[in-house]
């Protein structure tokens, strides 16, 4: 209540008295500008007629601040009632104009109105802000629920991230400790430019070099060759287990099994070599080699002597008989099938030569076979025997005809003699990928291990008659022409399985 007359206020006071209101009084604009700044009012009545500020110079000020803008404003005069004053008040922000003597009930009523819509106003405003307090305080829960799942799942992120870097660790120091300490030679080379990137201590013993010497420096690959064709080893492919000569530092060629791996490291690629020394055992090898040989030889001048002992003599006896008695046709024919025998068993010995010479040209494996079929069968059917063929299409082969159809035939022939009478012998072709396998199989008792072990060796036999010279042959020749022999054998027979290389 804003009046420069006490009595008005007065007035106004005992209208409005009511201990549902606080009723604030101001004697000028000044003074009651000054409560508007420390309190927040329902409803504003201003005089207009006052010293200094009058009412509607106060109104502009109160509706000038953001915090008093919208505060209802009721102009009471008991002399400004023209048009103009009326239209001024409501202009600066006034919503009732007055005139005194007013009607007390009427101004209560209004008074009360105001209040309510203050309160009305102030409840809403009270449950908007609770409303969007609890919203806020919902949208707390749920980010702090949130913040306490994600923290939960940091925290198992972060353990699981330290068990892998422990993992990590233990891992490098597991490696660490198997690369300084393994007896293999290993070194890590970079792939881009194949410089050194670590060595461990193996390989600095066995070249000779010092750590620093090789560490950031290129890798000499000449000092690195295949035994097997002279080429200079590569960072390429990965190898495996390839038989090289390595030069140490002093000059010296030491023999090695290389091995490499396509590695990553921080991230750079990298290449992991790993070389097994074996040049001792490389010496020992080629010595037990030449022991072996010399053995061979003795067994086989042995064989030889003894075979070869037996035709010569009887025709040393029968030329004996001959110095003083005349020899019939019968002896003289006796003495040369013995010379025969013997000359056979020198042409087979030579038949294992390593050296000698294969004519190959492009075969068909199944055409030879077809040859000599009927003379395989003919051999069959005079001991009650029989020869089963089961030739299936096949590739070519770069093979030496007149040697495969003496291997053949030396183990169709075994085949035969292992068999009592009634037996099958099988012969059987396929191709198998880029290969070709001949089959030869038997209906005999099977081959038992101690023979089985020595099978192929010169001038062992199980037969009467035979010089233990046909398996050994076959034996050779499958080496001449790369191609392998494997033998099954059981109570049911025996299979040669000899397995050529398809062109």
């Known amino acids: 209540m804003v009046d420069d007359h006490p009595e008005n206020l007065l007035a106004l006071e005992a209208v409005l008295s009511s201990p549902d209101y606080h009723l604030v009084s101001a004697t000028s604009g000044q003074k009651a500008l000054k409560h508007l700044i420390n309190q927040e009012f329902a409803v504003i009545l201003l005089d207009v007629q006052m010293p200094g500020l009058n009412g509607f110079e106060t109104a502009k000020l109160i509706r000038a601040r953001e915090k008093t803008k919208h505060t209802p404003i009721i102009f009471l005069t008991a002399i400004s009632q023209e048009n103009q004053h009326v239209q001024l008040g409501y202009e600066v922000g006034g919503i009732d ?89 290993m070194a890590i080379v970079s792939l881009e430019d194949g410089i050194y ?6 390989w600095l013993q066995f070249t000779g070099y010092q750590y620093n010497e090789l560490y950031n420096q290129k890798m000499n690959f000449e000092d690195f060759m295949e035994e097997a064709n002279g080429q200079v080893i590569h960072l390429g492919d990965p190898i495996r287990n390839i038989k090289i000569q390595y030069k140490t530092k002093n000059g010296e060629l030491r023999a090695g099994l290389l091995s490499s791996e396509l590695i990553d490291i921080d991230p750079e690629p990298c290449v992991l070599f790993v070389l097994t020394d ?26 030889i002597a003894h075979e070869i002992r037996n035709p010569m003599t009887t025709v040393y006896g029968f030329l004996q008989i001959a110095k003083t008695n005349e020899v019939s046709k019968d002896i003289i024919e006796l003495m040369l099938d013995e010379l025969n025998r013997a000359n056979s068993i020198i042409t087979e010995f030579l038949n294992l030569a390593k050296n000698k010479v294969s004519y190959k040209k492009k075969h068909q494996i199944n055409s030879i076979i077809e040859a000599l079929f009927p003379l395989i ?46 037996g099958k012998l099988t012969i059987t072709t396929f191709a198998k990928e880029q290969t070709v396998i001949l089959n030869i199989k038997d209906q005999g008792t099977g081959i038992s291990p101690e023979v089985l072990e020595k099978i192929g060796t010169p001038f062992f036999t199980t037969k009467d008659n035979g010089t233990g010279l046909g398996l050994a042959i076959c034996y050779s020749i499958a080496k001449r022409h790369q191609a392998e022999i494997e033998i099954k054998t059981g109570h049911s027979g025996t299979t040669f399985s000899i397995t050529f290389l398809a062109d």
Not at 167 to 172: C, I, T
Not at 197 to 202: E, I, K, P, Y
Not at 288 to 297: A, G, K, P, Q, S
Request: glycine content about 2%.
């Open 278 to 303: 074996i040049t001792e055992r490389d010496l020992l090898e080629k010595g037990l080699t030449r022991l072996d040989r010399l053995n061979l030889i003795g067994e086989m001048a042995a064989g």
């Open 377 to 422: 069968q003919a051999e069959a059917l005079r001991a009650n025997k029989q020869v089963v063929l089961d030739l299936q299409p096949c590739s070519e082969i770069f093979i030496d005809e007149k040697e495969i159809r003496q291997l053949i035939l030396n183990m169709a022939l075994n085949g035969l003699d292992a068999m009592t009478s009634g």
């Open 97 to 185: 104009y007055i005139f005194k003597p007013f009607q007390p009930e009427t101004l209560k009523k209004k008074i009360e109105k105001f209040v309510e819509i203050y309160q009305k106003h102030k409840e809403k405003i009270y449950l908007n802000e609770r409303q969007h307090i609890i919203e806020l305080e919902k949208k707390v829960e749920e980010r702090t629920l949130e913040l306490l799942s994600t923290n939960e799942k940091l925290q198992q992120e972060i353990a699981e991230r330290k068990k892998i870097t422990d993992h990590l660790f233990v891992s490098q120091e597991r490696f660490r400790k198997i690369f300084e300490s393994s007896p293999n030679l």
């Open 197 to 202: 990137l670590d060595v461990n201590a193996s």
